[in-house]
T-cell receptor
Framework: QQQVKQSPQSLIVQKGGISIINCAYENTAFDYFPWYQQFPGKGPALLIAIRPDVSEKKEGRFTISFNKSAKQFSLHIMDSQPGDSATYFCAASRDSSASKIIFGSGTRLSIRP | GAVVSQHPSRVICKSGTSVKIECRSLDFQATTMFWYRQFPKKSLMLMATSNEGSKATYEQGVEKDKFLINHASLTLSTLTVTSAHPEDSSFYIC???????????????FGPGTRLTVL
């Protein structure tokens, strides 16, 4: 019940296209859903996050879509650029300062020029 | 704001030696810090959670006598890998939570990671 399932494992998208990464969770107590971007040899950085009181959040080219009833959420990267090539992790946690973040398995995104 | 640093960025040591990794929150008070381990092409694996001034809480399967964690101040936590062996070689990442900020109280800010290689 603590798992966050992420797909696909890897993704290749043409420059300018839309990259879509999907995640699903089981624990209905989760109410904070961040996405992290990680470049090789670096620590992950928070990209965008959503709480379940909204179904969508957009920041620039990055959008999170959230479906509470299906317990699924996804990251959409519009107009994908080569600089977006990185590993993306979805995650979930409970709304508490003491709670730990549960990470998905990661998606390696490659944007072809 | 919300910058977390780690030192060293990479370390190579001989088998049997101990290695200390520092994690610092530079512009906020980190009431809680987390230590993760990441193998190549894998996700982050939480090792332990530490709160300032108290003992760390280790995840199942993580040897607390091998991975010593100290969180002596609101800006510094250390991870010491004792008697390191080649299988301890990995990428170690810390994160910190600003528990005093009501806006981001469950957001974690990650350090740049430390690459440990044990020969």
């Amino acid at each position: 019940q603590q798992q966050v399932k992420q797909s696909p494992q890897s993704l290749i998208v043409q420059k300018g296209g839309i990259s879509i990464i999907n995640c699903a969770y089981e624990n209905t107590a989760f109410d904070y859903f961040p996405w992290y971007q990680q470049f090789p040899g670096k620590g992950p950085a928070l990209l965008i996050a959503i709480r379940p009181d909204v179904s969508e959040k957009k920041e620039g080219r990055f959008t999170i879509s959230f479906n509470k009833s299906a317990k699924q959420f996804s990251l959409h990267i519009m107009d994908s650029q080569p600089g977006d090539s990185a590993t993306y992790f979805c995650a979930a946690s409970r709304d508490s300062s003491a709670s730990k973040i549960i990470f998905g398995s990661g998606t390696r995104l490659s944007i072809r020029p | 704001g919300a910058v977390v640093s780690q030192h060293p960025s990479r370390v190579i040591c001989k088998s049997g030696t101990s290695v200390k990794i520092e994690c610092r929150s530079l512009d906020f008070q980190a009431t809680t810090m987390f230590w993760y381990r990441q193998f190549p092409k894998k996700s982050l694996m939480l090792m332990a959670t530490s709160n300032e001034g108290s003992k760390a809480t280790y995840e199942q399967g993580v040897e607390k006598d091998k991975f010593l964690i100290n969180h002596a101040s609101l800006t510094l936590s250390t991870l010491t890998v004792t008697s390191a062996h080649p299988e301890d070689s990995s990428f170690y990442i810390c994160s910190a939570r600003d528990g005093l900020s009501p806006r981001s109280y469950n957001e974690q800010f990650f350090g740049p990671g430390t690459r440990l290689t044990v020969l």
